[in-house]
């Protein structure tokens, strides 16, 4: 007995390949807002960890020159190697000194205009 093979018909193909492409269409923008947002968090995270290098550097140098902060990026180094992994995000230090610290970050594939912000 002989059986015949059915397949999928030229309309069903097209009907599927129509839906996956309505479905692209959709996604793709979805796809990059969210890695845009995931960015501007990178730069953000980065900085909330230099901010945290920058107060235990100051805790460490408050005995032997009585506190200061650091606009160095290698003495924050020593206290968190994570801070500089993504290379996108860019620090820029403003006042270091005894008393307060400013920098900002930004990353380069972000939200054009986000920048955070931090200081002691």
């Not at 230099?50 to 902060?69: I, P």
């Not at 206290?79 to 900002?104: C, E, L, Q, S």
Request: proline residues 2%; negative net charge.
């Amino acid at each position: 007995m002989l059986r015949k093979i059915r397949g999928f018909t030229l309309i069903e193909l097209m009907v599927v390949i129509t839906i996956i492409g309505i479905l692209a269409l959709i996604a793709i923008p979805n796809f990059k807002n969210i890695r845009r947002r995931a960015h501007d968090v990178s730069a953000q995270s980065a900085g909330r960890q230099a901010k945290l290098a920058e107060e235990m550097y100051y805790n460490d140098h408050l005995e032997d020159y009585g506190g200061r902060y650091t606009s160095a990026a290698a003495d924050l180094i020593v206290y968190d190697r994570n801070i500089f992994d993504d290379p996108g995000v860019t620090f820029i230090w403003g006042v270091a000194d005894d008393t307060v610290f400013t920098f900002t970050t930004t990353h380069k594939d972000g939200s054009t205009g986000k920048t955070y912000i931090f200081h002691d």
